[in-house]
Nanobody, 122 residues
Framework: QVQLVESGGGLVQAGGSLKLSCAAS????????RGWFRQAPGKEREFVAA????????TYADSVKGRFTISRDNAKNTVYLHMNSLKPEDTAVYYC???????????????WGQGTQVTVSS
């Protein structure tokens, strides 16, 4: 069974940092891009960041550029999201994804995690 499991979420004050991890199991995502999305209460899910298998291409949402960094460790089948200078508007459930459809992640064969809550207090 293929699973993507996020971890590292929590409560942090504005200006603080968190590191999210997403470990994959059940298969190796060779050639798959990995990405992070988020969904705030009452809002649609939105793209945050994505990285190709090789790491040669990385894309960020404008709202997180300069504050968030995505990285991956293919040997560990894991993708990370380092979040710095967090703002209350970053509060959301963060989901990781694996897909061959970079950077849209809209293919029906895209895999999704269950999400981890990030709450930033002012």
């Amino acid at each position: 069974q293929v699973q993507l499991v996020e971890s590292g979420g929590g409560l942090v004050q504005a200006g603080g940092s968190l590191k999210l991890s997403c470990a994959a199991s059940g298969r190796t995502f060779t050639s798959y891009a990995r990405g992070w999305f988020r969904q705030a209460p009452g809002k649609e899910r939105e793209f945050v960041a994505a990285i190709t298998w090789s790491g040669g291409s990385i894309t960020y949402a404008d709202s997180v550029k300069g504050r968030f960094t995505i990285s991956r460790d293919n040997a560990k089948n894991t993708v990370y999201l380092h979040m710095n200078s967090l703002k209350p508007e970053d509060t959301a459930v963060y989901y990781c994804a694996a897909s061959t459809d970079y950077p849209r992640f809209q293919s029906p064969s895209t895999y999704w995690g269950q999400g981890t809550q990030v709450t930033v207090s002012s």
